[in-house]
C-alpha cells in the first residue's frame, strides 16, 4: 500500500537514491516501511505466528530477511542504505543486549544491508528525539539542569506496555505483554470499556452511569449486533485478536468527551502514573537512581497519549513520589508508526539524514506535596 503522503516535506532529509526500512516486531503484530528519497513508504501489515518468530538469533535473522524481501519485492531500487529492527515484545532472552547484538550480527551475515541497527523500541524512541543527554538543555521549557532530572522514557499501547528508566549511568527496562506496567496501556483501557458496558447490563454499576456511546463504539469496533457480544469473542481464544481489542481505545479516544470515556480514560491515568511513581522509588531505594529535586520528564510515545489531557485528571490521585512532572508528547500523529521511526532513525545512524524535527507538546505537572511511598 502506498502512503506517499505519510509525512511531511519537512519532517527529514534524505540524500536522493536510498532506501531506508524500518521492521517492528511486537507481541502479536509485525510491520514494515520504507522510506525512499521520495518521501514515500510501503508497509506491509503481518500477522506474527508465535510458533515462527522466535528462536535463536540466525532463525530471527532469516525471518526478518524474508519479511524485508516481502516487503521490498516491488520496490525499483533493492539497495538497502540501512535496516533498523526493534523489537517490543517479551523475548524470553536472558541478556536481551546481547540478543540483539547476535541478531544484528546474524542480519550482516545475510548481506541484507551494510548498515543494521536492532534495539528495543524504548531505546529508539529515545534516541530518535534526545540523542544526547545535553538536548534535553535545548528545550526552551527546561529551566532546571539537566543534573536535577531522571530522564525516564513510558511506551504504553497495544497488546501491552514497555517502560525504561534512563540516566547518564544507568538503562533498566521492564514490562510488557503480561509483565510490570500493563495497567493503564491501550489494551486495559479497551478491557476497562467492556467490562463498564457487562456491569451495567448485570447493574453493577451506580444508577445513572451512562454507557450508551461505549455499547455503540463496542458494535462499530468489533462489527457485532449487540455489544454482549464480545464477551463471546473473548472466549473464543481462535477468535480474540489482542491487537484488535486494543484498538476500541483509540475509538474511544475520538468520544472522549463523554462522560463514562472520561472516567475510563482517567483510571488509566492512575495506573500509568503509579506504575511510573512506584518502580522509580524502587529503584532510587536500590542506589541505581538519585532524585535530587523528586522531578521528572517523561517521553510519552504512543496513540493512547492523543487523549493526554483525559489521562491527566488521574495523575494528581496516583502520585506518590514526584514534585512535578514535564511530560512530552510527540503531535505529528504520523511519526507514531514505529516501523516509520525506525526506518528513519536507521537513516539518522548511517548519516543519510540531514534533518529530524519532533513537534513536541509540553504538559507540566505541579504537584502540592511529593507523597513518601510505602512499599
Known amino acids: 500500500m502506498s502512503r506517499p503522503d505519510l509525512l511531511p516535506k519537512d519532517f527529514y532529509i534524505i540524500r536522493e537514491k536510498r532506501i531506508y526500512v524500518g521492521v517492528h516486531i511486537g507481541a502479536v503484530i509485525a510491520r514494515a516501511a520504507i522510506v525512499d528519497s521520495q518521501h514515500g513508504d510501503k508497509m506491509i501489515h503481518r500477522n506474527i505466528d508465535d510458533r515462527e518468530f522466535k528462536g535463536d538469533a540466525p532463525n530471527y535473522a532469516k525471518l526478518i530477511k524474508g519479511f524485508v524481501d516481502d516487503t521490498m519485492v516491488n520496490s525499483q531500487d533493492k539497495n538497502i542504505e540501512a535496516l533498523t529492527v526493534v523489537f517490543n515484545k517479551e523475548l524470553g532472552q536472558s541478556d536481551m543486549f546481547a540478543f540483539f547484538e547476535s541478531v544484528k550480527s546474524a542480519i550482516l551475515a545475510l548481506k541484507v544491508s551494510k548498515n543494521v541497527f536492532v534495539l528495543h523500541e524504548c531505546q529508539m524512541w529515545r534516541q530518535l528525539y534526545f540523542p544526547t543527554v545535553n538536548a534535553w538543555q535545548k528545550l526552551e521549557?527546561?529551566?532546571?539542569?539537566?543534573?536535577?532530572?531522571?530522564?525516564?522514557?513510558?511506551?504504553?499501547?497495544?497488546?501491552?506496555?514497555?517502560?525504561?528508566?534512563?540516566d547518564a549511568k544507568n538503562f533498566i527496562l521492564c514490562g510488557g505483554r503480561g509483565l510490570f506496567g500493563d495497567l493503564g496501556s491501550a489494551f486495559t483501557v479497551s478491557y476497562m470499556a467492556i467490562k463498564s458496558v457487562m456491569d451495567h447490563a448485570d447493574n453493577g454499576l451506580t444508577p445513572g452511569k451512562d454507557v450508551s456511546v461505549l455499547k455503540q463504539l463496542i458494535k462499530k469496533h468489533f462489527?457485532?449486533?449487540?455489544?454482549?457480544?464480545?464477551?463471546?469473542?473473548l472466549q473464543n481464544q481462535n477468535g480474540f485478536d489482542t491487537h484488535e481489542f486494543a484498538g476500541l481505545a483509540q475509538q474511544m479516544a475520538e468520544h472522549k468527551t463523554d462522560g463514562?470515556?472520561?472516567e475510563t480514560f482517567a483510571a488509566a491515568g492512575?495506573?500509568?502514573?503509579r506504575n511510573i511513581s512506584r518502580f522509580t522509588a524502587l529503584q532510587a531505594e536500590t542506589r541505581r537512581f538519585k532524585f535530587p529535586h523528586k522531578d521528572v520528564m517523561i517521553l510519552l510515545v504512543g496513540k493512547l497519549y492523543r487523549?493526554?489531557?483525559?489521562?491527566?485528571?488521574?495523575?494528581?490521585?496516583?502520585n506518590e513520589h514526584f514534585s512535578s512532572i514535564t511530560w512530552f508528547r510527540e503531535e505529528n500523529?504520523?511519526?507514531?508508526?514505529?516501523?516509520?521511526?525506525?526506518?528513519?532513525?536507521?537513516?539518522?545512524?548511517?548519516?543519510?539524514?540531514?534533518?529530524?524535527?519532533?513537534?513536541?507538546?509540553?504538559?507540566?505537572?505541579k504537584f502540592v506535596s511529593a507523597r513518601?511511598?510505602?512499599?
Do not use: W
Not at 143 to 154: A, E, F, M, R, T
Not at 372 to 375: E, G, H, I, N, Y
Open 141 to 166: 521549557s527546561n529551566k532546571i539542569p539537566i543534573s536535577h532530572y531522571l530522564d525516564v522514557g513510558v511506551l504504553y499501547g497495544g497488546t501491552g506496555s514497555f517502560f525504561h528508566l534512563h
Open 223 to 233: 462489527e457485532v449486533e449487540n455489544a454482549m457480544e464480545v464477551a463471546n469473542c
Open 260 to 262: 463514562m470515556i472520561k
Open 270 to 273: 492512575k495506573f500509568i502514573l
Open 307 to 318: 487523549s493526554m489531557e483525559e489521562l491527566s485528571d488521574g495523575f494528581e490521585q496516583a
Open 333 to 365: 500523529k504520523k511519526i507514531q508508526d514505529a516501523d516509520v521511526a525506525a526506518a528513519i532513525y536507521g537513516g539518522h545512524k548511517s548519516g543519510a539524514v540531514g534533518l529530524f524535527r519532533p513537534q513536541l507538546k509540553v504538559f507540566k505537572s
Open 372 to 375: 513518601r511511598m510505602s512499599m
